[in-house]
């Protein structure tokens, strides 16, 4: 199965900082067809996971542009710039280019 | 707008099996693979199964193979998780997904004699 490490395991910033969460997978993300299929969600407190990125680097429908992401074959990166109180939660990669998909561990953004 | 509702979660005993439905609206149902994804209390979140739009082709972790199955209605949009011989560690909330890109909001299921 593929691993998939995420860091920081949590971070607390203060309203208007940027942050910046990073997802190593133990093989390359990248599928026979071409594509890297990686995705980054938010898990807002109480709430059901949405979809922020998907294929590394694409913004889902509706999301701010403040969050961007970044990367390839095997180490990717979420960033989001001027964090917003909206913003707090926890962050999760997942991979779905190799089955089983597998996600990572999750990164717990507070509010300073 | 894309929906997709959960039901048929709850408390039932370990070895017992339980059925879980997820109605989907606003989109095209048979044209995409959906899958279910799990969320024990207090972890993160596991990929279960995946079903392709046909429903032609299932994909399972191994935790759950053949105690599983996964399956669709196209013609009623509705996407099923058959869950037996369940034990405890198969407690968690369960999510319907279009891809990861839209979420049910879940239902739980608690193992527990």
């Known amino acids: 199965d593929v691993v998939m490490t995420q860091t920081p395991p949590s971070l607390s910033v203060a309203i208007g900082q940027s942050v910046s969460i990073s997802c190593k997978s133990s093989q390359s993300l990248v599928h026979s067809d071409g594509k890297t299929y990686l995705n980054w969600l938010l898990q807002n407190p109480g709430q059901s996971p949405k979809r922020l990125i998907y294929q590394v680097s694409n913004l889902g429908s509706g999301v701010p542009d403040r969050f961007s992401g970044t990367g390839s074959e095997k180490d990717f990166t979420l960033k989001i710039s001027r964090v917003e109180a909206e913003d707090l939660g926890v962050y999760h990669c997942?991979?779905?280019?190799?089955?089983?998909?597998?996600f990572g561990s999750g990164t717990k953004l507070e509010i300073k | 707008e894309v929906q997709l509702v959960e039901s048929g979660g709850g408390l039932v005993q370990p070895g017992r099996s339980l059925k879980l439905s997820c109605a989907a609206s606003g989109f095209t149902f048979s044209n995409y693979y959906m899958a279910w994804v799990r969320q024990a209390p207090t972890k993160g979140l596991e990929w279960v199964a995946s079903?392709?739009?046909?429903?032609?082709?299932?994909y399972y972790r191994d935790s759950v193979k053949g105690r599983f199955t996964i399956s669709r209605d196209n013609a009623k949009s509705t996407l099923y998780l058959q869950m037996d011989s369940l034990r405890s560690e198969d407690t968690a909330t369960y999510y319907c997904?279009?891809?990861?890109?839209?979420w049910g909001q879940g239902t739980l299921v608690t193992v527990s004699s």
């Open positions: 079903i392709t739009n046909s429903g032609g082709s299932t």
């Open positions: 997942v991979q779905a280019t190799h089955v089983p998909h597998t």
């Open positions: 997904s279009l891809q990861f890109a839209y």
